[in-house]
């Protein structure tokens, strides 16, 4: 009787998983403390705050205010209550950080290289990072008395 031998490449990402990606390696969970726990959190309570408030958003302005109604003025009246500026900057933020996390997830489950992960995922956080720093720096600082009169 002959037995095979498989060989594994070491990745240093433990064990493939049945469903998909891979298990951590021994330690690698404690390494990261609670951090997993926490964004795997993140993505429940990010997802279902999501769907409400991209739900309203859109039969606000489809339903209530209607889509003929639409324009800059209506935009920029409705913007310059600072509470719905908070709101579309909560809508922004969630959404990409809620987006970060799950391409973050795929990232850790396909990137095999570690050099290349951690490289990956630097750009990643890099461009989501400028992009909420943009969308939130541009609600906040707009002159909403300015918007209309060019």
Do not use: C
């Not at 964004?39 to 209530?64: K, P």
């Not at 707009?142 to 009169?149: E, K």
């Amino acid at each position: 009787m002959s037995t095979t031998e498989i060989h594994v490449e070491d990745t240093g990402r433990g064990e493939r998983r049945p469903g998909g990606g891979y298990q951590s390696p021994e330690g690698e969970l404690a390494k990261k403390g609670k951090f997993e726990l926490y964004s795997w959190l993140f993505m429940r309570v990010s997802g279902l705050l999501l769907i409400f408030m991209a739900l309203y958003h859109l039969v606000w302005w489809n339903l209530m205010i209607g889509v003929e109604h639409l324009s800059a003025e209506v935009v920029l009246a409705r913007w310059n209550n600072p509470l719905w500026r908070l709101f579309n900057i909560g809508l922004a933020s969630f959404a990409l950080l809620h987006g970060l996390n799950g391409a973050r997830y795929s990232v850790e489950d396909y990137v095999r290289n570690p050099k290349t992960r951690h490289i990956v995922k630097m750009v990643l956080y890099t461009v989501v990072g400028l992009t909420l720093a943009w969308g939130v720096f541009a609600l906040l600082t707009f002159d909403f008395t300015r918007g209309l009169r060019s």
